[in-house]
């Protein structure tokens, strides 16, 4: 039965009962009507327009279910899609309308995210060609210049131009690191394993923090892609760990998990906020990749180290 019709029965069987009840009642209202007859009009108004409104309450309940389950939605969060309700048809139509809606709109996102992600890495690449192409051996030819220089010099000169050989060294080491984190040449190279041990080492190397990895050794084949994403959330959390954790030490792990494969990077510094998976920076990037390829990014504790853990779960083939 439609709503329209749902509505028009509850309005007829109140005004059905109302009449029945002048009709059985002794009730009735003079020309000038009393006191009493008017409490009981009142009175009599009241009950009908409560009864009504206790059975309309019961016919829109779907439509308020609805509306809730709406706000519940996270975009973020895909897959979940609202229980359809036969009982009403235009409730039914609308939350069928509103699952298709959300079927499109997954659909879009995924197809733009990944897009974007591949103009990003393709950027990354083409920088990361850059730095080591051309400012890297641009780097590396002063440093050479600098040696000839350095034994060239008068005496009183070559400490001046020990430094600038120094500084210029640093720059081609740095330019060099810029490089590799923009374009894992290790996980290109020799997998993830040897790269998420390589980048762990270097960060522990530049950052000071005592760095853990541990890699299982009955890790399913993985995708590039999923290669690729499992590699950048350890990136992105190690550099965050940096950045804001005040943390001494870090455990990078990557295990598996029946159908899934799980990375979790914790530390024992001041914690997360877990509203930062909403933003649109690095932490949200990470998101949206796992969102790519089925799985999903959490942020909590960590239970043993007692800061943040950033855990990273991706389905795999069986």
């Known amino acids: 039965m439609t709503l329209l019709r749902r509505v028009l029965l509850v309005n007829a069987v109140v005004l059905l009962a109302a009449a029945l009840a002048l009709a059985i009642t002794p009730a009735t209202v003079s020309s000038t009507a009393r006191t009493t007859e008017v409490v009981v009009l009142v009175a009599g108004a009241i009950a009908v ?35 359809v309700h036969r009982s009403v048809a235009e409730v039914a139509r609308l939350e069928s309308a509103f699952n298709h809606m959300l079927d499109r709109l997954e659909h879009e996102r995924r197809l733009s995210a990944r897009r974007a992600l591949q103009a990003q890495e393709r950027e990354r690449r083409r920088l990361a060609r850059e730095l080591h192409d051309e400012l890297g051996q641009t780097l590396t030819g002063v440093v050479l210049v600098l040696d000839g220089l ?30 590799r984190g923009l374009r894992p040449t290790a996980l290109e190279s020799f997998g993830l394993r040897s790269a998420l041990a390589s980048l762990a080492t270097g960060f522990e190397e530049r950052s000071g923090l005592r760095v853990r990895h541990e890699v299982a050794a009955d890790l399913p084949e993985l995708t590039p892609d999923q290669e690729l994403a499992v590699y950048r959330a350890a990136q992105e959390s190690l550099t ?21 494969i799980a990375l979790t990077v914790s530390d024992d510094g001041i914690g997360a906020d877990p509203d930062a998976l909403h933003d649109a920076g690095g932490i949200g990037g990470m998101r949206e990749r796992a969102m790519l390829l089925g799985g999903r990014l959490t942020i909590g504790r ?15 083939e069986a």
Do not use: C, W, Y
């Not at 060239?152 to 400490?159: D, M, N, V």
């Open 302 to 316: 960590a239970a043993d180290l007692g800061g943040a853990e950033v855990r990273l779960e991706l389905p795999v």
């Open 150 to 179: 350095a034994r060239q010099a008068p005496p009183e000169l070559r400490p001046a131009v020990s430094e600038v050989q120094e500084a210029a060294r640093a720059a081609v080491e740095k330019t060099r690191d810029l490089a």
């Open 49 to 83: 327009i409560a009864f009504s409104g206790l059975l309309l309450r019961r016919l829109f309940a779907p439509l308020s279910e609805l509306a809730a389950l709406m706000d519940e939605v996270d975009p973020l969060e895909p897959g979940r899609r609202i229980e």
């Open 240 to 260: 965050n760990v940096a950045r804001h954790a005040e943390a001494t030490a870090v455990i990078v792990a990557l295990e598996r998990r029946d159908d899934a």
